[in-house]
């Protein structure tokens, strides 16, 4: 399985900006897919995940400024960022967990400055 992202880039606080990644390879019907971030020197954390039903869970501080959405038959994850904050500057990485396996893609970087 590979997990391809694109969307990073440069803003402004309060701006917004979409990531987007797509799976290839072997998935299965029934997968999570989501991302998370790594900002300097702190450890990697979740943003939002999204079942292949639909189910949603967002980390509380992005909970009403992101939406994650995804495409099954194109196996694509997608995260609308809004109003975003100098402190949400990091590594997005795109995950999903596929036959019980997690799999990573190589992250996109996010900078959120003036």
């Known amino acids: 399985v590979q997990l391809q992202a694109s969307g990073g880039g440069l803003v402004q606080p309060g701006g917004s900006l979409t990531l987007s990644c797509a799976a290839s390879?072997?998935?299965?019907?029934?997968?999570?897919m989501g991302w998370y971030r790594q900002a300097p020197g702190k450890q990697r954390e979740l943003v939002a995940t999204?079942?292949?039903?639909?189910?949603?869970v967002y980390a509380d501080s992005m909970e009403g400024r992101f939406t994650i959405s995804r495409d099954n038959a194109k196996n694509t994850v997608s995260l609308q960022m809004n109003r975003l904050k100098p402190e949400d500057t990091a590594v997005y990485y795109c995950?999903?967990?596929?036959?019980?396996?997690?799999?990573w893609g190589k992250g996109t970087q996010v900078t959120v400055s003036s």
């Open positions: 390879g072997r998935i299965s019907s029934i997968n999570t």
């Open positions: 995950w999903i967990r596929n036959f019980a396996i997690d799999y």
């Open positions: 999204i079942g292949s039903r639909g189910s949603t």
